[in-house]
């Protein structure tokens, strides 16, 4: 994976010129950090109903037929330019799934009102209790995940949002900065207050310790 700027800079000026080497190169080396949002922002009803890799090939047909347009006037970093594209191909996923669903859809799960599907705390919750957890304690799992859903629905909305984005998507400050339409200091505030919440209520859960 390349993550150089010149390097990739190279990779984009190739694609411009129709080597689609180059475009795949650009595109698989992201594709593990677009999964990761797919799946977490895939709403529940639709998990085990709609193949992550389908939504990742139609983000990558429409990134392909876009990009010249986006080279001529980029306004974003191209990771986030892609993550965008994804994000607009899940809607597209949700609206023909969940049709008139996707109000109360919206006022169940919703983490925020951004420009994408909002992370569920279904997923959050499940990808919390994967790392913190061991295999040991599946039996006790389930318990653990309606307390956590819980907890973490009981956070503020942009919290939520900025603990997704940083902890869950790996996305740097100034990335996640740009995807809250906040200056990076007022985001880097917010998640490092909104990490110290989340690490109260997991140790209320008993989920880590007090160190």
């Known amino acids: 994976m390349c993550h150089e700027p010149d ?7 190739r694609a411009a010129t129709g080597d689609g080497q180059a475009l795949n190169r650009l595109f698989g080396q992201y594709r593990s950090r677009l999964k990761k949002m797919v799946r977490l922002r895939l709403n529940r009803r639709l998990q085990g109903r709609v193949d992550d890799s389908d939504i990742l090939q139609d983000a990558y ?24 594209i ?11 799934h969940l049709g008139t669903q996707m109000r109360d859809v919206g006022r169940e799960v919703s ?5 994408l599907p909002a992370a569920n705390s279904v ?3 499940a990808q919390l209790l994967g790392r913190l957890t061991s295999p040991s304690q599946a ?6 995940r309606i307390q956590l859903q ?48 989340l690490q109260k209520i997991l140790r209320k859960l008993q989920l880590v310790d007090e160190g």
């Open 123 to 125: 997923s959050l919750a």
């Open 61 to 84: 047909l429409e990134a392909a037929r876009r990009l010249p347009d986006y080279l001529q006037a980029p306004r974003a970093p191209f990771f986030l330019w892609l993550r965008r």
């Open 150 to 197: 819980e907890a973490l629905n009981s956070l503020e909305p942009q919290d939520r949002e900025v603990l997704s984005l940083r902890h869950f998507e790996q996305l740097t400050n100034i990335e996640a900065a740009q995807e809250l339409g906040l200056e990076p200091s007022a985001a880097s505030k917010r998640y490092i207050r909104a990490l110290a919440r």
């Open 86 to 96: 994804t994000g607009d191909k899940l809607l597209e996923v949700h609206r023909t």
């Open 139 to 144: 039996a006790v799992k389930a318990e653990m």
């Open 7 to 13: 390097e990739i800079d190279e990779l984009l000026k």
């Open 111 to 115: 983490l925020h009102r951004g420009p």
